[in-house]
């Protein structure tokens, strides 16, 4: 591709072009499938939420970190506090409360780890998430240690719809699909709009290229805090999310073999693509449940699949695809 | 008129005395070329006034006001803009957006995160016309990776330019390319600066590009100053001569 720079409107129509298949497809898969698929959909669109965020960091910072976890969890656990004190059950009261709450502790942690960079800020990072782990484990007076903490079924839209009854479950998850689709969409437009702006621009130069950022008069460590907190607040709603459909919420969303996963999810889809993430979370839902169901030995299945990954796929299933694409229109092109 | 001047400024690396008590002065409005072998201090004064190295001691002045102290982005505000020697791109954003993004970090547009990039029609006016000037025009959508080494030379001014500053300095603009693509290149530096009415300070090896394109010459060895003129008087100096033919004059 020579010549001038895409008009930036016909570079916005192609993405909804593309996009609008996809949506079409996600609005009419509950009339398709069952209430266990359905629910895998909806961990998958969170794993998507969660990764999209970790990717802002990992794609378009350059910062590696091994301690998502910790967003996820403190996501998770707000609401499970709030649900435990105050409070209706009501999903938008989750999201009032625990966004905010997700955003101070990612700004907070967010300003100590972006003092280092590579492995320094990936250790600091697994570190803090780690010391969230403990205190999740320890204070079980409060965070019931490694019982965790029950959340039950919220209304959704302001009590318009609320779930009780023999067929309570099955329709939340119905209703609860949607929901999640609807915060996903708008996840997705807020992600692409912060990566496609001037600030994203800023993000992706400082990291190709630190010394000459800095050079352009930009001021790099304010940058990779922002580009933290919007990162952490991401996989925090992600954890918000989460937490209902699964009703309970434990320890184990902050052990750092989650934050592997969620590191994981990111590179089987591809971290160089805006898309990489999303589809590494619908992937590796599928895969984790598949892996578990069909054999005890799921962990070394995966692995042998992260093993592969990295050795034959390293830009990940998008990155592979994008490049059998241009292939593909480069040999029709010359025939 | 004097725009920037330096008082006894050192750096010591060691046992090596880098800058040895400099007295540098740039005129408003010229194109300066420092020569001088490798090793001489050329690139160690450029990261001093451009606050990429501290000094020892010493003061850098820009039109009287002290600016020894302060960062790399208030001397990009002050007007102070440089290019690398080893070029220094980024390379998985377009031509574009490489010149863009100097443009938005100039103009302070960097924090705005709930707009589209290139839905700013000012910034992309003023990005595609430095691109046009530095002849990139062609290459806007490829990424800065892509580029051939020429074209990437051209690329880091043209980063470097788009800052608009008041005093550019460029560290070896043509390092690393043909004989005939240097003079494409600073056929097409000097005529950007000249028109943009930017001084230009030119770190450069070639002995031909240096009298060809400049109006002062500043002579440097081993940490001092060796001569200082125009291109015809270092041209008729002795001394001068039998360094320049006595040191290897490229890298």
Known sequence: MTGANPLPNRSLLKLVAAAAPVLLVLILVPGVVGIYQLQLVIYGLIAAIAALGFNLLLGYTGLLSFGHSAYFGVGAYSVAFVVEHVGPHSMEFYLLVGIPIVAVTSALFGYICVRHTQIFFGILTLAISQVVYSLALKLYWVTGGSDGLRVPRPALLLGLLSFSGPEGFQQFVRSYYYYVLGIFVICVILMWVIVHSPFGKALQGIRDNEV????????????????????????????????????????????????????????????????????GGIVFTYLRTYAVASTEYWQLLLGVVLVALVLVLPTGIVGALSRAGQRLSKRNAST | MILLKTVSLWKQFGETRACNGLDFVVNKGEFLSLVGSNGAGKTTLVNLISAHLQPDSGQILLEDRDITFTTVTERIKAGIARSFQIVNLFDGLSVFDNVALSVFSREGKTVKMARLADRDTDVRREALEVLGQFGLASKTAVAAGGLAQGERKLLDVAVAYALR???????????????????????????????????????????????????????????????????????????????????????
């Open chain 1, 212 to 279: 000459r950022a800095r050079f352009l008069g930009l001021r790099i460590r304010r940058f990779r805090w922002i580009s933290f907190l919007v990162s952490g607040t991401f996989t925090g709603v992600a954890g918000i999310l989460w937490v209902p459909l699964n009703g309970l919420t434990t320890p184990d969303v902050l052990y750092w073999t989650f934050s592997g996963e969620i590191v994981f999810t990111t590179l089987l889809g591809g971290f160089r693509n805006f898309t990489g993430p999303i589809v």
């Open chain 2, 165 to 251: 500053p008041r005093l550019l300095f460029l560290d070896e603009p043509t390092s690393g390319v043909s004989t005939h693509e240097k003079a494409q290149i600073m056929d097409t530096v000097s005529s950007v600066v000249r028109g943009g009415m930017v001084t230009a300070v030119v770190i450069e090896h070639d002995m031909d590009v240096v009298f060809r394109y400049s109006d002062r010459i500043v002579m440097m060895h081993e940490g001092s100053f060796l001569a200082d003129g125009t291109p015809d008087e270092i041209r008729a100096n002795k001394e001068v001569a039998s360094i320049l033919l006595g040191a290897p004059l490229t890298d």
